[in-house]
């Protein structure tokens, strides 16, 4: 059989097989195949990591209150654990319990909620609960009566009361009382040292107050931890506040509150080193056809089938092989000239993160920059690895310069820079050098603005919403792009570019 026949079958099946695969997801188990089609619900995952130490282990995590006007779906998984949900009244708890446990353990708990929906945060009308007796005892003590004692000259509901008070506590005015308090705190409670600080004051000042853990509902942020919280008592509701901004409500659209009551978020037993990490995506398949994926065949869930902590890297993996097609197509059919196959894929998925403009301006200045020292070290006589090594050296120092000087001049979003690829970019300044030196300055310079023409094209096709929505949810169809790319592969026609540069042939 020729290889032009290997080459056609091959392609058939990996399109039969994408094809049909997605047919198959799209008919039979109800995920929508075009974006404008799609739900779009919250799924927050809870991660609870630790370290086993062989004996029994037993852990406990908090769930959201239900009588909060939390609805939604929870599912809890973990291999080799036993797992039960407790409830108190309208308070509930996941259970973990297995036996002889040794090294490192992950257990998981999701919860799925409509857009739109109750985040936990709402008033909840409950019992008086009886503000704590202060511990705090001799100087701190004096410390914290005379703070409360200036607040509430001129603060006496609870909501100013709460908003005076943490603003006072984050404040950093100087005063000798605060500076006191705050060392005692941040000793007591380390990284919760303020928040603790603040809900002692409010207590008292005769409020009932106790911490809460929330989740912002930003995908972009990837595993975050717990963000505390404070519940106060006004007379008549329990509130829960943001300490950062004590006078604004909680946005339904921005937080999901966890955790409220005052208890413990997580309680372990038989391990240590115990942490929680939430994961947020926001899904845009039905529960329903998420579930039947989830217990589908490997080829048909794929990454669906991870929890979401392991699955939200793929958001971005997946559109890398798009990245690499654009380039393929610019520099096989088109001909425009790169610097390598990989650099204007890796500065196209920089770009998801950075604007382009300013994406463009941080680009030329390190490769500007980093060329004018290459030229540099080529007068030492280095051998190609140690030289690449001072330009990965020199990469890093020039990141961090323009980070720097970035802050300094007030520009936001200077450490975006770090999104680059330092090694890609050391690699690039080492073959732009090359050519500079081999073919002249003009080539180096027309193909690195075709690597930039290159990564913008890719970015703006990897950045299209039915796009990213078909790479994720289908995957499968990633094998008829393959099979395009196997096609290109096979041509060796006239590439466009080389068409205009020889038109004047046409006339002869």
């Known amino acids: 059989m020729s290889t032009r026949w290997k080459l ?34 919250w799924e927050i995952e809870a991660k609870v990591s630790f370290l086993a130490t062989g004996k029994r282990v037993k852990a406990r995590l908090a769930l959201p209150a239900r009588k909060a006007g939390v609805g939604g779906v ?22 973990w319990t297995a036996e002889e446990r040794s090294g490192e353990q992950s257990l998981y708990f999701r919860i799925r909620i409509p857009e739109g929906s109750a985040s936990g945060g709402e008033p909840i009308a409950d019992k008086f609960d009886p503000a704590r007796e202060s511990y705090l005892t001799g100087s701190v003590a004096e410390a914290a009566k005379t703070i409360i004692g200036r607040i509430t000259s001129v603060s006496k ?80 509701y329990w509130k829960v506040r943001d300490p950062m901004a004590p006078g604004a409500v909680l946005d339904a659209g921005s937080w999901f509150v966890w955790h409220r009551g005052g208890g413990p978020l997580l309680d372990l037993t038989g391990g240590e080193s115990s942490k929680v990490v939430f994961t947020v995506v926001s899904e845009r398949v039905p529960l ?67 604007p382009p403009v300013r994406a463009i301006v941080m680009f030329s200045v390190i490769v500007a920059f ?15 690895v140690p030289r690449v090594a001072a330009c990965v050296v020199i990469v890093t120092l020039l990141m961090m310069l323009m980070s720097v000087v970035a802050h300094k001049m007030g520009m936001v979003g200077g450490g975006q820079i770090t999104l680059f690829p330092m090694i890609i970019l050391a690699w690039t300044i080492e ?19 075709g690597s930039l023409v290159v990564a913008l094209i890719a970015y703006w096709f990897m950045s299209i919403g039915q796009v990213q929505y078909w790479a994720f949810y289908f995957p499968e169809l990633l094998l008829v792009l393959l099979a395009a790319i196997l096609l290109i592969g096979r041509y060796t026609g006239y590439r466009l570019s080389e068409l205009f540069r020889f038109r004047s042939f046409g006339h002869a």
């Open 370 to 384: 980093g060329l004018w020292f290459r030229f540099l070290l080529s007068r030492l006589n280095l051998l190609v």
């Open 74 to 95: 929870m599912e809890a998984g973990s291999l080799g654990y036993h797992y039960s949900t407790q409830r108190d009244a309208d308070e509930a708890t996941a259970l």
């Open 288 to 354: 329903s056809s998420l579930t039947n994926l989830e217990h589908s065949p490997l080829l048909i869930s794929t990454i669906l089938g991870l929890p979401q902590a392991e699955r939200a890297v793929f958001r971005y993996l997946v559109l890398i092989p798009l990245g690499a097609f654009v380039v393929v197509l610019l520099r096989n059919i088109v001909g425009i000239q790169t610097l390598g196959t990989f650099m204007p894929v890796l500065i196209a998925l920089a770009l998801l993160e950075i």
């Open 157 to 236: 509901d609870p909501e100013s009361l709460f908003a005076a008070v943490y603003e006072q506590v984050f404040s950093g005015d100087g005063t000798q009382e605060l500076a006191l308090l705050s060392r005692h705190y941040s000793k007591e409670h380390r990284d919760q040292g303020r928040i603790r600080m603040g809900i002692d004051l409010l207590e008292m000042a005769g409020i009932p107050s106790r911490v809460a853990y929330g989740v912002k509902l930003e995908p972009e942020l990837g595993p975050q931890s717990p963000v505390p919280l404070v519940e106060y008592y006004d007379g008549a």
């Open 431 to 449: 073959r732009m050098s090359l050519i500079w030196e081999e073919e002249g300055k003009r080539s180096a310079i027309v193909q690195v603005c």
């Open 8 to 41: 056609w079958i091959a392609v058939l099946c990996l399109v039969g097989l994408g094809l049909g695969t997605a047919y198959h997801k799209s008919v039979n188990l109800g995920v929508p195949f075009w974006r404008g089609e799609q739900v779009r619900d």
